[in-house]
């Protein structure tokens, strides 16, 4: 089983900023690759959310790949019944990320606008935002450099283009592998919002990644834990897998009892 991913905790002692391999931009960037590294997949998923003392879990698959140069990821639910075949197709873009969800209870295929991006995800502390890593035409600042989880790390903020939903974005990101350590999101008002942790970085493959995620809303109270497993690296996706005509059979794709999955994960240094 993969490790727990631990809430964020308080930066420790802070240290005399050194230069970074690169920008602020760069780093986010960097970081972003072990959570969506680039090379086709596919992938288990479980979400575990905690409402006022309320549990639930849906389990489900994704797959991601590059179409055009342009990065793709389908998510498809699988259980409990009630959520069964919903698909959500994102499509990061240059200038605008597009993103469909098809719902099988109303059977229709939905293009969400951006401004509904920032819906909650199955009522997780995650928006679909927020999953697809979608940068929101930030700008990136390097705050400085501290030690954050016992490593050293780059503190990032990424500012929104209209932060009228995220004010600010605060990543840690280890200095030594550009692995995100621990995430602050704030409101319009300034005010911390969420936290996010993040668990450590396993080899697969040769591949670099993270395969748990966990936020806790501190205004709400609602926690998610995303948990991947059986990832598969360099599957064969076909193109229309993220055609957004095709989410009503996307659930029952053959892509997900394809191939074996790659070898079992081992924790990197």
Do not use: C
């Not at 002692?13 to 959570?35: F, H, M, Q, R, Y």
């Not at 229309?240 to 059979?249: I, N, S, Y």
């Amino acid at each position: 089983p993969s490790a727990r991913a631990a809430p964020p905790t308080e930066p420790t002692v802070a240290t005399p900023a050194a230069s970074p391999a690169g920008n602020a931009g760069e780093i986010a960037s960097k970081a972003d690759l072990l959570l969506w590294p680039d090379r086709p997949s596919t992938r288990d998923l479980v979400f575990r959310i905690s409402n006022a003392g309320l549990a639930t879990s849906v389990t489900g698959s994704d797959a991601r790949t590059r179409i055009g140069g342009n990065k793709r990821m389908l998510v498809v639910l699988l259980t409990p019944p009630g959520v069964k075949g919903m698909a959500w197709l994102v499509q990061p873009g240059p200038a605008e990320t597009a993103q469909w969800v098809y719902d099988p209870n109303f059977q229709h295929v939905r293009k969400i606008v951006p401004v509904q991006g920032f819906e909650s995800f199955l009522t997780s502390g995650y928006t679909y935002a927020d999953l697809g890593l979608v940068d929101l035409g930030s700008t990136y600042t390097l705050l400085g450099d501290e030690q954050r989880d016992g490593k050293r790390a780059y503190k990032v903020q990424a500012t929104p283009r209209e932060p009228w939903y995220y004010s600010k974005i605060v990543t840690w990101v280890d200095a030594d592998t550009f692995a995100p350590l621990a995430r602050e999101y704030y409101d319009r008002t300034g005010a911390l919002w969420k936290t996010e942790g993040f668990g450590p970085v396993q080899d697969i493959g040769g591949v670099p990644t993270i395969l748990e995620r966990r936020i806790d809303d501190k205004q709400s109270g609602v926690s998610t834990t995303m948990t991947a497993s059986s990832v598969r690296y360099d599957a064969a996706l076909p193109g229309d897998l993220f055609d957004p005509a095709q989410l009503p059979k996307a659930a029952s794709a053959s892509v997900w009892q394809g191939a074996p999955p790659s070898p079992e994960p081992r924790a990197t240094p």
